[in-house]
T-cell receptor
Framework: KAGVTQTPRYLIKTRGQQVTLSCSPI?????VSWYQQTPGQGLQFLFE???????NKGNFPGRFSGRQFSNSRSEMNVSTLELGDSALYLC?????????????FGEGSRLTVL | DQQVKQNSPSLSVQEGRISILNCDYT??????FLWYKKYPAEGPTFLIS?????DKNEDGRFTVFLNKSAKHLSLHIVPSQPGDSAVYFC??????????FGKGTKLTVNP
């Protein structure tokens, strides 16, 4: 059974640009959550999507957005990149809503903003 | 407001000894707690969990203890092995709220 797949794994952008990250959940999983990991801040929740609808959102500015498609694949977008957006962005999937237990994480997309 | 706190950024133990990783939480609504392990360049992987109706859950070398009155949980690894060296995240959830993670503790097990 394939795990959670995130693309791209690494990318470098400059300030002011935008970026789109992709996540393919485990087959059959309907919930996708996104987290930002930075040194010293741990895993900070960005948002959760379930059945193509955003169900929960963390405390991030509107520059961070996402969506989920009918096949449960999800994308997140960050516009007008800032240096502080440099981080590892992790996607996690679960069979049902994320609060019911275990999340399965992808390997992450490491974004560097110059 | 940090609802899940891992106050030790790092921990170093000798192979074969016990590793104890601690986690405190502030939200009384949390009723399910999880530990995740993360190696460099990999995503976190689920390790062990505990429901608030229990005070202990054991899985092989890993045991999680929950003290609800103190809002404290701990992960015990016995015996510790060099392959256990990783960052360990404590996480908590309650009701329909999102999973909240601590900042992590980097465990180093020395041979």
């Amino acid at each position: 059974k394939a795990g959670v797949t995130q693309t791209p794994r690494y990318l470098i952008k400059t300030r002011g640009q935008q970026v789109t990250l992709s996540c393919s959940p485990i087959s059959g999983h309907r919930s996708v959550s996104w987290y930002q990991q930075t040194p010293g801040q741990g895993l900070q929740f960005l948002f959760e999507y379930f059945s193509e609808t955003q169900r929960n959102k963390g405390n991030f500015p509107g520059r961070f957005s996402g969506r989920q498609f009918s096949n449960s694949r999800s994308e997140m977008n960050v516009s007008t990149l800032e240096l502080g957006d440099s981080a590892l962005y992790l996607c996690a999937s679960s069979l049902v809503r994320s609060w019911t237990g275990e999340l399965f994480f992808g390997e992450g997309s490491r974004l560097t903003v110059l | 407001d940090q609802q899940v706190k891992q106050n030790s950024p790092s921990l170093s133990v000798q192979e074969g000894r016990i590793s104890i990783l601690n986690c405190d939480y502030t939200n009384s609504m949390f009723d399910y707690f999880l530990w995740y392990k993360k190696y460099p360049a990999e995503g976190p992987t689920f390790l062990i969990s505990i429901s608030s109706i229990k005070d202990k859950n054991e899985d092989g070398r890993f045991t999680v203890f929950l003290n609800k009155s103190a809002k404290h949980l701990s992960l015990h690894i016995v015996p510790s092995q060099p392959g256990d060296s990783a960052v360990y995240f404590c996480a908590a959830q309650g009701g329909s709220e999102k999973l909240v993670f601590g900042k992590g503790t980097k465990l180093t097990v020395n041979p």
